[in-house]
Every structure is written in C-alpha cells, then in structure tokens.
C-alpha cells in the first residue's frame, strides 16, 4: 500500500476556495475582460481546475513522480532498449542558453554555436559508422529507418531500377519491415539458423534482382555478431541491393568496428540508447543517419553545412541539393538529444567510446555466464552487449513464464528485462545491462532471478504484490487492472 495518496487525482484533492497563490490587490485601474480579448474567445463559464494549496501541487506530482522506474532509481536491464545511465553533466550542458533560448527562425548567424555542434556531430557519427554523410533530422530510430529506406529509393528511381523489396531476417525488430511497408516496399522475411544467426542459404534464394534493401542488426537482436555479414554485404551488393543496419546495437562496436567497414550502406543510430539521451518515459528520442557517398545527393534538406572563410569557419543550412527527398522533420531534428549525444561523445572520445562498449560488453557476460545456470541461453555460451534467455523449459516444468519473472522481478526493485522480443527465442527474456553498472549490481540482479525461478508459480502469477497497481491483465484486455487501494468514503 505504497503512496496510496498519490492514486488520488489531482480534482479529488481539490477543495472550492483553495488556491496556490495569493496576489496583492491591484493597485492600478482595471480593465474589463471583453475590452481586451474580442468576444468570440470569451469562455461562458470559467475552467473547471483543481484547486489546491502549494504544498498539495508539490506532494502530488512529486509523489507521482516515484511511482515509476527510472535509470536513476533502479537497475533497469531493458534489453535492445540500452537504458544506460543519463550522466547528468550532459542535462546540464544541453540546457545552457545557447541551446535552449534559440529559436529556430533565428538569422543563421545568430545560430552559429548550435549549428557547429550539429556539424561535428555529423562527423563524429560520420567517423564512428563508417560512411560518407550524415543527416541529424529524423526524430526517432523508426523515423531514421523510413528516412533511409525513401533514400533509397530516390535512388533506385533515379537510376531506374525498379526493386520492390525488401528484406529482413525474423530477428529483426518489428519497426524494421513497418518501416519498408510504410515505405511502399514489400517486406519479405529471412529465416535465421538455429544458433541465432541470418540463414544464408534462406538469404541467397530470396535475394534477386527486386530486392532493394536487406536490413539487418548488427551485432542482432540475440546479442550475436553476424559472423558472415561482410559476405552477406556482398552477396546482397553482387545483385544491386543495399544494405541498411540497424544501429540500435551500436553499444557493443563503438570504436571496434564500423559498419561502413563491414559493408552497410546506410544506417541510423539511436542516440538516446547509444549515447545516453534520456528515453522512453524519460524523454523524447533522435534518429540520425549515415550514408554512403552514392546516397548523399538524396539525404533530407537542410544539410548543416561548413564554409571556409577568411576569418575561420561559418556554418549554414544548405538548402541546394536538388535530388534531396526534402524535410522529414521540421527544424533540425530533436535538438536537445543531440546535444546530449554530443556532450557525451566528445567527453569519451575514441578510446572511451572503446571503453564503453568494451565495458558493456563484459558486463552482459558476466551476466549471461551466472544466468545459464538456470535459465537456458539458447544461442551459446557469449554474447555481445546483450544476451536473450529462454524461460521456455522453466514453463514446462513449473508454469514459471517469461512473463511471470518479469512482473515479480518490480517487487524486488528491478526494472524486467525485455520479454518475447525476438520472436525467434520461445519464452524469451532479453538482458542488457549496460557498462554503467558494478559487479555487486550484477550479482544482485543475478541472485534475484534465480530466486524468482525458485519460487512458488502461483504467487508469480499474480505478480507484481508490492507495486501500486497489480498485474494488469493482458489477455482479455477488457478486465480493469487490479487497484490495490480501492477508494473508499473515509478517502
Ligand atoms: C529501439 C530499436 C529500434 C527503434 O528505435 P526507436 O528510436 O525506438 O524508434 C529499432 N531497432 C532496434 C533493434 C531497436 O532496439
């Protein structure tokens, strides 16, 4: 029965009368409403708004405000997701006047500091992935895709190869053939082999001249490198296609490899991942994309461009690019996740960037070595950044789920990992811890899932016990979720 007050909405705590302010009385004529606002606006009846004293405002939304999980309160093992600590120089330096009291319809000259940073920032991501070019606009890792894919096809228009396709292997997250479908492409799945990796031999028969784009993950959604991609990279180039990489999984390869080395022609990153943006409930994402030199003419407008000029360098928003496929985004893309990416970046530099990735990998194997004890790791005894486990036996043999882990593993303080995400792995719990966290948080983490593992399947079943709200139900979505504080006429 925790925080039970925070349950109550702001209206019922609301008493006629009660206010957060009190202002002097005026001390100067007043005029009358409907001479200063035109009729037509004028409401008939006041708003209904709650009202409350100051320190009622505060107590609630502060209240509110811990009834969930957060990187800063727990351990949060999001697989794919990489929820790595926000460090918290970067939310101080992205809200410095210069980035935060702009406005974007400012005269390019006003906007010189911003626009410098989105121009190495453009080349830090040009340097890490790879590739020729970057473009800062898309608003999300979806948004990047999308955008990449209507790259392509501008250029498969111009050169008048008319592909229809495109492929992706059932690993794939699900944004990757939404992307291709949005994008008018017909989405064709590649199967993956046992062991977690592209089935080449599914690849080669499905890859002719109407394929367009393989989109692959790299390392995948199973936490593997692909071990054959730069072959694969040909195979798809040999018959005309592209490829694109999802760079959700940047975390493990920063400074190791390139994409553009391994054969990509296009990707996004997701920065609030990758390069520790805030995200999901706590704040908006970015999707930036890199591309081949043949690509570039076809990337969105503007371009954030530099010059030359006696007295140093100026930068510009370049509009001149003919064969662009024009805005995705309006302004310059999601700006404060930007800046966050590029406080981060220059604060490692290459050898920390290594570092992390290093780190992150090391800590899903330490992990992933105590968890196989217990909880099958189909796809093998190393992984990269991330590992996906498969409660499937534990089902069988006790009725324990994925599931089930999950919703118990808030009653002890931890954020669930992802489950049944990929759809390969039966029952499967998808862990990544992420470099920020320390062996004991890791021991912590691993002794409490297989405590879980050890417990009674009826209480797992209703789990979560300690939260605020109980197990919704997901399968018949029409039963309301189980309050545990039911109103009462004393509340
Ligand atoms: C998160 C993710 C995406 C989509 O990125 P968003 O920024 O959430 O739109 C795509 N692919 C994979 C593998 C992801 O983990």
Not at 198 to 220: F, G, H, Q
Not at 272 to 280: A, R
């Amino acid at each position: 029965m925790r925080n039970k007050h925070a349950t109550q909405l702001i209206f019922e705590l609301s008493r006629a009368g009660r206010s957060a302010v009190s202002l002097p009385t005026a001390d100067v004529p007043q005029q009358p409403v409907d001479q200063l606002i035109p009729e037509r606006f004028l409401a008939r009846t006041a708003p209904q708004l709650p009202e409350v004293s100051e320190p009622e405002i505060v107590r609630h939304y502060a209240n509110l405000s811990t009834l969930n999980m957060s990187v800063d309160t727990h351990f949060y093992p999001l697989g794919s997701c990489t929820m790595k600590y926000n460090p918290k120089r970067n939310e101080r330096l992205a809200s410095i006047a210069g980035v935060v009291d702009v406005h974007p319809y400012q005269s390019e000259s006003s906007l010189q500091g911003l626009l410098r940073i989105f121009f190495e920032l453009q080349q830090m991501l040009e340097e890490i992935s790879g590739l020729d070019a970057v473009s800062l606009q898309p608003a999300a890792g979806a948004h990047g895709e999308l955008t990449a894919l209507m790259v392509a096809a501008a250029y498969f228009r111009e050169i008048g190869d008319n592909r229809t396709k495109v492929l992706s292997p059932d690993s794939a997250h699900g944004t990757n053939p939404a992307s291709a479908r949005m994008c008018g492409f017909d989405t064709v799945t590649v199967k993956s082999t046992s062991d977690g990796f592209v089935d080449r031999d599914d690849l080669i028969s499905k890859l002719d001249e109407s394929v367009a784009v393989l989109m692959i993950t790299n390392p995948n959604t199973l936490g593997l490198f692909e071990r054959g991609i730069a072959e694969i990279a040909d195979e798809v180039h040999s018959r005309g296609g592209l490829i694109y990489l999802d760079g959700a999984n940047m975390n493990a390869i920063l400074g190791i490899t390139r994409p553009g080395d391994f054969g990509a022609d296009m990707m996004h990153f997701n920065p609030h991942k990758t390069f520790s943006g805030p995200h999901g409930g706590g704040g908006p994402g970015a999707g930036p994309i890199a591309v081949a030199e043949k690509l570039t003419p076809y990337l969105p407008v503007p371009r954030v461009a530099r010059l030359e000029t006696e007295e140093g360098y100026t930068y510009r928003l370049d509009w001149g690019q003919p064969r662009s496929i024009g805005r995705v985004r309006s302004f310059f893309g999601n700006c404060g996740v930007l800046v966050r990416a590029y406080c981060y970046l220059l604060t490692h530099g290459p050898d920390g960037l290594r570092s992390v990735s290093e780190n992150a990998v090391l800590n899903a194997n330490y992990l992933l070595s105590r968890v196989k004890h217990f909880l099958p790791v189909p796809q093998g005894d190393r992984c990269m950044h991330e590992f996906v486990a498969s409660a499937a036996q534990l089902k069988s043999d006790t009725g324990i789920s994925a599931m089930d882990m999950a919703k118990r593993l808030l009653d002890y303080g931890f954020h669930a990992p992802t489950v049944y995400f990929p759809l390969t792995v039966r029952e499967a719990v998808m862990v990544e811890p992420t470099e920020t966290e320390s062996k004991e948080m890791l021991d912590k983490f691993a002794e409490t899932l297989f405590r879980v593992t050890e417990e009674a399947a009826d209480l797992l079943h209703d789990a979560p016990h300690t939260t605020l709200i109980s197990r919704p139900d997901e399968v018949t979505a029409a039963r309301k979720p189980k309050l545990r504080w039911q109103p009462s006429a004393e509340d």
